[in-house]
């Protein structure tokens, strides 16, 4: 079974960078989106942007100048970069793999609060 | 940008059957739209009971179901149980850009 796990500081200053990484373990899935998700505390879900296998990437157009998304296969590990970040952007984080299938997983998500 | 709308609420009786949709600013719903369905409970991560239309999952309960129905995608869900008590988030790709639905409060009642 496929698992995500994320990892990163749980607590970012305004006008830092916000950076996570999701660790994919277990399966063997070929995957074709790496993805991230957010969701503000007693909000909705919100895309925040995808790497595609072939290298090309798309985010959300209220996002796309702050944020990269990369990864790293050898690793079984993608990251999502955030920059200058305020309090809209405190949420819980979430990260998703999408499977040639369609299939998709998703980790348990990661809370980043952002406050100095 | 897109909008996807959803019932804000929803209310089904145990054993009930109900249809929860999800529409789109942009016209009918079809296939190159890929809905997706998530489920998620209060303090849980959501989790996706139906992919690409009607693609379950293997812990999709087979109540759950998936189509498109009247231009929109729809979720049926068929013999509702207390467990089904929660909020329903569809997606949709518009040319690779994803956006969600609102959500969907779904109480079995």
């Known amino acids: 079974q496929v698992q995500l796990q994320e990892s990163g500081p749980g607590l970012v200053k305004p006008s830092e960078t916000l950076s996570l990484t999701c660790t994919v373990s277990?399966?063997?899935?070929?995957?074709?989106?790496w993805s991230w998700i957010r969701q503000p505390p007693g909000k909705g879900l919100e895309w925040i942007g995808y790497?595609?296998?072939?290298?090309?990437?798309n985010y959300n157009p209220s996002l796309k100048s702050r944020v990269t998304i990369s990864v790293d296969t050898s690793r079984n590990q993608f990251s999502l970069k955030m920059t200058s970040v305020t309090a809209a952007d405190t949420a819980v984080y979430y990260c998703?793999?999408?499977?040639?299938?369609?299939?998709?997983?998703w980790g348990q998500g990661t809370l980043v609060i952002v406050s100095s | 940008q897109a909008v996807v709308t959803q019932e804000p609420s929803l209310t089904v009786s145990p054993g009930g059957t109900v249809t929860l949709t999800c529409g789109s600013s942009?016209?009918?719903?079809?296939?190159?739209?890929?809905p997706y369905w998530f489920q998620q409970k209060p303090g849980q991560a959501p989790r996706t009971l139906i992919y690409?239309?009607?693609n379950k999952h293997s812990w999709t309960p087979a109540r759950f179901s998936g189509s498109l129905l009247g231009g929109k995608a729809a979720l049926t869900l068929s013999g509702a149980q207390p467990e089904d008590e929660a909020e329903y988030y569809c997606?949709?790709?518009?040319?690779?850009?994803?956006?969600f639905g609102g959500g969907t409060k779904l109480t079995v009642l």
């Open positions: 790497l595609y296998y072939t290298g090309n990437t």
């Open positions: 942009t016209g009918a719903v079809t296939s190159g739209h890929y």
């Open positions: 690409d239309i009607s």
């Open positions: 998703v793999v999408v499977a040639a299938t369609g299939a998709d997983y």
């Open positions: 997606l949709l790709s518009y040319n690779g850009a994803w956006v």
């Open positions: 277990g399966g063997s899935i070929t995957t074709h989106y």
